[in-house]
DNA sequence: ATGCCCTTGTAACAAGGA
């Protein structure tokens, strides 16, 4: 089973890619973020004709969330029971049973900068979260998604560049740990260049070329499929070229079950 | 090399991203 997750920076702009990739590297599963469309504006009929089902959640320009599947989409759900908004909530979250796997998009808020009332959104949406899957956890698992939040300080380039600002302050990666401390494995992806699991890069000032990226989109999994993976790979060639998106899908690959 | 910000909505910019 070959699993994915992609920020794609708007379905209808990087389209052309989208199913360029798609065909190239086939994942069962794909967990797609920033889709910017409402539900019936995505490309379903598109990525239909290379075999996959779609559930999007979207609202319109911003946000937007989307789970792509040619082994199933079951039992869907538009967000999670006490998810917060601001003040409505936003589509930032999907789910669905992929074959026997709970399979889980989400788009965590941005934050913006710790004093921005972004910010306490995001700590109460990362907390709400943790509330919803603790009640309902159970394997095979993958929650994937861009989770807006540096683990560590080397999931940054450079700490210093970071200082005061959002994705790397203890109250965030502290709510992130407490995620994934419910008991979810941390499915970190090989980089091909380098020794930096990044997985986003800003399109100014040449970042990307020079590496200095984040690694803020992640996967998680519960034990039972953390136990089945045979790679992992930041595909930092969908980063590269002509209109990418500014962050780089991971692809993991299970063996059967 | 991979190359120096992008996308959407609305009407020349504004907002958001991280």
Redesign the pocket.
């Known amino acids: 089973m070959r699993f994915a997750t992609w ?1 794609v ?2 379905v ?3 389209l052309p890619r989208l199913l360029e990739w798609l065909d190239g590297t086939k994942p069962d599963v794909l967990c797609l973020q ?1 889709t ?2 409402p539900a019936d504006g995505f490309p379903a009929a598109e990525v239909a004709e290379l075999g996959y089902e779609t559930a999007a959640y979207g609202q ?3 946000n937007g969330v989307a789970l792509l599947s040619r082994v199933g989409l079951a039992d869907i759900s538009n967000g999670f029971p006490g998810e917060p908004g601001f003040p409505d909530p936003e589509a930032r979250y999907i789910s669905a049973l992929c074959g026997d796997i709970r399979v889980i998009s989400v788009y965590v ?2 934050g ?1 900068t710790p004093e921005d009332p ?1 910010y306490a959104y995001k700590l109460s949406w990362l907390a709400a979260l943790r509330e919803s899957l603790a009640s309902s956890l159970a394997g095979p698992l993958i929650i994937a998604g ?1 989770f ?1 939040v540096a683990p560590t300080d080397e999931d940054v380039w450079d700490p210093a560049v970071f200082a005061g600002a ?2 790397v302050t203890p109250a965030e990666r502290d709510a992130l740990a407490a995620i994934r401390d419910l008991g979810l494995r941390d499915i970190v992806g090989r980089p091909l ?1 380098g020794d930096r699991p990044f997985t ?1 890069w ?5 970042m ?3 590496n200095q990226g ?1 690694r ?1 989109d992640l996967v998680l999994a519960t034990p039972d499929l953390a136990a089945r993976v045979t790679d992992a790979v930041i595909d930092r060639e969908a980063r ?4 990418p998106s ?2 780089a899908p991971i692809v993991v690959d299970f063996s059967p079950s």
């Open positions: 920020n920076n708007s209808k702009a990087r920033e910017k469309v319109g320009r911003w808020p941005n913006r972004h861009d807006n959002t994705h260049k986003y800003d399109y100014r000032a040449g990307f070329h020079m984040m803020i590269k070229g002509k209109g500014d962050h």
